[in-house]
């Protein structure tokens, strides 16, 4: 699920259309790619698709939350100095699969010593750092690189960084986690609609697969998976059943602007044209008087173009 | 005879068009060398600029080469990667000159405003040239980090193209061993560097990335003799 958003593209090109001022997301695909909006002075409302995907907006997006405290700190990120009980670790099926023996015993602890931290956002905030731990271990993993760094201190490191990238955030960010069908359009000035495309899972939708399962507890990964392959079937593209986009057309009735956005790869614009855009311009021909396709390239030689489509 | 004539006509004809082609092609050799060197010069203005004690745009530029080459990056890829390369910073010419060269750690509004200076150099270069043409993409994408924690559209991972990946490492690579007439050096001996890229990897950096650099040599400076 390629997808690359960028905000500043889409503010330039709406701002000659209207001044904008709230951005409505039905979906996003990842959280950090909301940063940018979320640092200016923009209302957003964010429907994420699963309950742990709204924990890493609320941690990472929302000012009011602040970094972790040095005393929770110096308290629950302590070094395990002995390894743990494999048997008693819930996550033990994942062993040499996904993570090593010293990597399974700090997510068991870390999941563990958090339910002992008082206020929940701070909770929040030290469980999301370990999706950004996980998603550090797995690629390293996957390129058969040796990770060095002792996971105490690489708790510490991202809990930094963490503190850097919250800092001086004032976003209103309403996040919501509800199923499509209960998700009502917002009243905002613009819709948005991150595009992805339903073919293989990649890094990032099996990180969050991951990350699902070990905030719920379990080490159940088709169960993780069915639910968030649910939720995002909605906003897949298939070119090959180009008329369902009731879903689309639905939550973005009180915009006075839509937009949606992909990135294609190997097919020509020209495809995405006739297969997408127009069928698209068809199903808001009542709706909206005007549409406009922009386009960026990424890679040209593999026809890598982002597609920013408007409607107004 | 007529036919004779007629062949001669167009033995003539077709010496002719060849002589034009292969003339053509011999002019664009050194247009390319021409163009190499016109953007090289226009690089070390940039560098000059951002107190830079060498020619750190080249530096990246011949680094961000020999990585591509290494990744199997295809002519076309390498020459958009050259000239993303060699352009990277050209954005920071259009903020302040203070802001640019603070020798303190920027915060809040500055830090914001010193971070756009990959959109400024993407839409200034996007009005000049072609439409569809991706080395403003690559300019803008210079500072995106791996693990999605960059800037300016925090993309992670493999949404960050590769030739904008292989920039950003040859950047951070560059910086660490340069001097700015208002930083200093942050590490003066070479396996100190290596370190912290390895250190990085799966965080700033591609750990694929990493792991070819490593393969081909760890090359921290490439301007060649
Ligand atoms: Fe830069
Ligand atoms: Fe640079």
């Given at each position: 699920m390629t997808l690359r958003l960028q905000s500043a593209w889409l503010l330039e090109a709406v701002s000659e259309i209207a001044t904008i001022d709230s951005v409505f997301f039905p979906f996003v695909h990842r959280f950090s790619a909301l940063n940018w909006l979320s640092r200016r002075d923009f209302a957003l409302s964010v429907n994420a698709f699963s309950p742990s995907q709204a924990m890493l907006l609320r941690a990472w997006?929302?000012?009011?939350?602040?970094v972790f405290s040095e005393r929770n700190l110096q308290k629950f990120n302590q070094q395990i100095k002995n390894p743990l009980d494999l048997s008693m670790n819930p996550f033990r099926a994942w062993k040499d699969r996904l993570f090593d023996r010293q990597q399974l015993d700090y997510l068991f602890y870390w999941r563990e010593a958090a339910f002992e931290i008082e206020e929940e956002s701070q909770r929040e905030i030290f469980w999301s750092a370990v999706y950004q731990i996980m998603s550090y271990w797995l690629s390293n993993r996957a390129c058969e690189v040796e990770v060095e760094c002792r996971p105490d201190e690489i708790m510490g490191l991202m809990l930094n960084r963490h503190a850097e990238f919250i800092k001086g955030r004032e976003a209103k960010v309403a996040i919501t986690s509800l199923s499509l069908d209960e998700l009502a359009p917002a009243e905002t000035c613009l819709t948005l609609f991150p595009m992805v495309f339903g073919d293989e899972e990649n890094a990032e939708m099996t990180l969050q697969v991951v990350f699902d399962a070990w905030h719920n507890g379990h080490d159940d990964l088709e169960q993780a998976r069915r639910q968030i392959r649910m939720q995002l079937r909605k906003y897949q593209i298939d070119l090959a059943r180009p008329t369902d986009y009731y879903t689309i057309t639905k939550l973005s009735a009180n915009s006075k602007i839509t937009a949606l956005i992909w990135s294609g790869l190997d097919l020509p614009p020209a495809l995405y044209e006739q297969e997408m855009v127009r069928p698209l311009q068809k199903a808001f021909a009542a709706r909206y008087a005007k549409s406009q396709l922009l386009m960026k390239a990424v890679d040209r030689t593999c026809d890598a173009y982002d597609y920013l489509l408007l409607f107004y | 005879m007529l036919i004779t004539f007629f062949n001669a006509i167009l033995i003539v004809l077709i010496t002719w068009l060849a002589y034009l082609y292969f003339d053509q092609r011999e002019k664009a050799m050194p247009a390319r060398e021409r163009y190499a060197q016109l953007m090289r010069g226009v690089a070390s203005i940039v560098d000059r600029l951002e107190g830079y004690d060498k020619e750190h745009s080249r530096e990246i530029a011949e680094l961000s080469e020999r990585i591509g080459v290494a990744c199997g990056l295809n002519d076309q890829q390498l020459q958009s990667l050259n000239a993303a390369a060699m352009l990277?910073?050209?954005?920071?010419?259009?903020?302040p000159r203070d802001l640019v060269k603070s020798d303190k750690k920027l915060e809040g509004d500055e830090l914001e405003l010193l971070r756009t200076h990959t959109l400024l150099g993407e839409l200034h270069l996007k009005a000049q040239?072609?439409?569809?043409?991706?080395v403003p993409t690559l300019i803008r994408w210079h500072h995106e980090r791996w693990d999605g924690l960059?800037?300016?559209?925090n993309l992670k991972g493999e949404e960050i193209p590769l030739a904008a990946r292989i920039i950003a490492l040859a950047d951070a690579v560059s910086a660490m061993k340069a001097t700015r007439d208002y930083r200093k050096r942050q590490y003066s001996r070479d396996e100190d560097v290596v370190a912290e890229v390895k250190r990085l990897s799966g965080m700033q950096f591609d750990p694929q990335l990493v792991k070819t650099w490593i393969a081909i040599g760890c090359p921290l400076a490439s301007i060649k003799q």
């Open positions: 997006l929302d000012g009011s939350y602040g | 990277h910073d050209i954005g920071e010419l259009l903020l040239i072609e439409d569809l043409d991706e960059g800037y300016p559209d």
